[in-house]
């Protein structure tokens, strides 16, 4: 029940939420944070959430105070599975988005996982055939069968964190982290 290693790409991205049954959203490429940018994709109204790409560090903030529990009405799932985070990343904006029509397979994973901690959804979305088969369905073409091993400190590793609402809360939802990080307001 391995996860595949997928193309970091948009279009990639849009596709795959597209087979998974997800309605009206589609990701872009964002080439800066300013107004400008922005405006490019229909203005603020129309982002529902950011994820980024960033070359993992072991983090060494403390400014931001983390909790083991995700806040109520934030769905927040650990990444207990390799070589999904870019896939955690959208599921983290769309589930917490109610107005985004996810579809069956997600509406139904999400409902299943409503009540579980976040290192057990993580474990269900491991698990979660639907979602996992169509991740896999854009994996990247790897020359050699890639072996499996935890990072170590002098790899090359990259990894996705989202960035979204919920209510009048910015949150970062990323899931090597045991809870999300509130930011305070939106807007």
């Given at each position: 029940?391995?996860?595949?290693?997928?193309?970091s790409?948009p279009?990639?991205?849009?596709?795959?939420?597209?087979?998974l049954?997800?309605?009206?959203?589609e990701?872009?490429?964002?080439?800066?944070?300013?107004e400008?940018?922005?405006?490019s994709?229909?203005?603020?109204d129309n982002i529902?959430?950011?994820?980024f790409?960033?070359?993992?560090?072991?983090d060494?903030r403390t400014?931001?105070?983390v909790t083991t529990?995700?806040p109520?009405?934030?769905?927040?799932?650990?990444?207990?599975?390799?070589?999904a985070?870019?896939?955690l990343a959208?599921l983290h904006?769309l589930l917490?988005?109610?107005?985004i029509?996810?579809g069956?397979a997600?509406?139904d994973y999400?409902?299943?996982a409503a009540?579980?901690?976040?290192?057990l959804?993580g474990?269900?979305?491991g698990?979660?055939d639907?979602?996992r088969?169509?991740?896999?369905?854009?994996a990247?073409?790897e020359?050699?069968?890639?072996?499996?091993?935890?990072?170590?400190?002098d790899d090359d590793?990259?990894?996705f964190?989202?960035?979204?609402q919920?209510?009048?809360?910015?949150f970062?939802?990323?899931g090597?982290k045991?809870?999300?990080?509130q930011?305070?307001g939106?807007?």
């Amino acid at each position: 029940m391995a996860w595949n290693t997928i193309e970091s790409d948009p279009a990639v991205f849009s596709e795959m939420l597209e087979r998974l049954g997800v309605r009206g959203v589609e990701v872009a490429e964002l080439w800066g944070l300013d107004e400008s940018a922005f405006e490019s994709l229909g203005g603020t109204d129309n982002i529902k959430g950011l994820y980024f790409l960033f070359k993992w560090q072991k983090d060494k903030r403390t400014s931001h105070a983390v909790t083991t529990d995700a806040p109520e009405g934030v769905f927040f799932a650990k990444q207990t599975i390799s070589n999904a985070c870019g896939t955690l990343a959208l599921l983290h904006v769309l589930l917490n988005r109610p107005e985004i029509d996810v579809g069956t397979a997600l509406a139904d994973y999400k409902a299943f996982a409503a009540d579980l901690p976040p290192d057990l959804r993580g474990d269900l979305l491991g698990s979660c055939d639907p979602i996992r088969v169509t991740h896999n369905l854009f994996a990247r073409p790897e020359p050699f069968e890639a072996e499996e091993r935890a990072a170590r400190d002098d790899d090359d590793v990259y990894h996705f964190i989202a960035y979204t609402q919920v209510g009048d809360k910015l949150f970062e939802l990323d899931g090597l982290k045991p809870a999300p990080i509130q930011f305070g307001g939106w807007g």
